[in-house]
């Protein structure tokens, strides 16, 4: 019960918005990681796929696990920029400003940035998770992104990814509490580093397939 009263607070939101957005900037760590194996040769990344899937039990209870984690994070999501919405139409809209609000571009176009995300997913997972199991990862891999639309529709949603992590860090810090003059400027540096560093990782996989510099993978 409490848990519910906890949920319908403005703090208790933006905690399990703050929560389950670090536990996704640590799945794309992990998956990042992963991917950079793409970059080394097409024999390694297939072993590092072949090595995920020999451990089917764990790979289903982080699938799980993780399904969860983005319906939360989208859910409370939504359920914000209605409520923020609702806020803005009101003319006490003013008064109920946060006074550390970021009124950035990237804070702007959460909502968009965060739907661009989630259409990018449907597409990657039936591309990827679903793709059919008698080819080669690594064959699927050299294949989809060897289709330039294919490959520029993911770069586009990278950038909104960059875009949504960006102020995303920045929002998480702040509610852990993290507003402090000693570390803001290092917050600041790190609202641009973070993301940065996934959009390049993650951009040079389609990059390299779709200029045909991957090809004979
Ligand atoms: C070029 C960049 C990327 C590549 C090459 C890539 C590759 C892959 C591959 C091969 C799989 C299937 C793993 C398997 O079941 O064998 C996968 C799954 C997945 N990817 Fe990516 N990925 C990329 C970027 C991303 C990004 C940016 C996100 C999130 C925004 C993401 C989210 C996911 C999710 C949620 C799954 C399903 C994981 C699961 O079923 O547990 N991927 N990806």
Redesign the pocket.
């Known amino acids: 019960m409490w848990f519910i009263n906890f949920c319908t607070t403005s703090i208790g939101k933006k905690i399990i918005m703050a929560c389950s957005g670090l536990m996704l900037v640590l799945f794309?760590c992990t998956?990042v990681a992963g991917?950079l194996t793409?970059y080394h040769s097409s024999k390694i990344f297939q072993q590092y796929?072949d090595q995920?899937?020999s451990h089917p039990l764990i790979?289903f209870f982080?699938?799980c696990s993780?399904l969860v984690i983005f319906l939360i994070h989208i859910g409370f999501g939504l359920y914000l920029f209605y409520e923020n919405y609702k806020v803005s139409k009101s003319r006490y809209a003013v008064t109920t400003r946060v006074v550390n609000e970021k009124n950035t571009f990237a804070a702007k176009t959460m909502p968009y940035s965060g739907l661009a995300?989630l259409l990018?997913?449907l597409v990657?997972?039936s591309g990827?998770?679903f793709a059919p199991e008698n080819v080669l990862?690594s064959v699927t891999?050299e294949k989809l992104f060897s289709g330039f639309f294919y490959s520029l529709f993911?770069i586009v949603c990278?950038c909104a990814?960059a875009l949504h992590i960006s102020h995303g860090f920045w929002s998480m810090l702040q509610t852990f509490g993290a507003n402090h003059p000693r570390y803001n400027a290092l917050i600041g540096k790190l609202t641009y580093i973070v993301p940065i560093v996934f959009l390049v990782i993650?951009s040079g996989?389609?990059l390299y397939f779709m200029t045909g510099i991957g090809a004979g993978y």
Request: net charge neutral.
């Open positions: 794309l998956h991917n793409i796929a995920l899937h790979v982080f699938s993780l995300i990018f997913l990657h997972i990827f998770t990862i891999v993911y990278f990814l993650f996989i389609p």
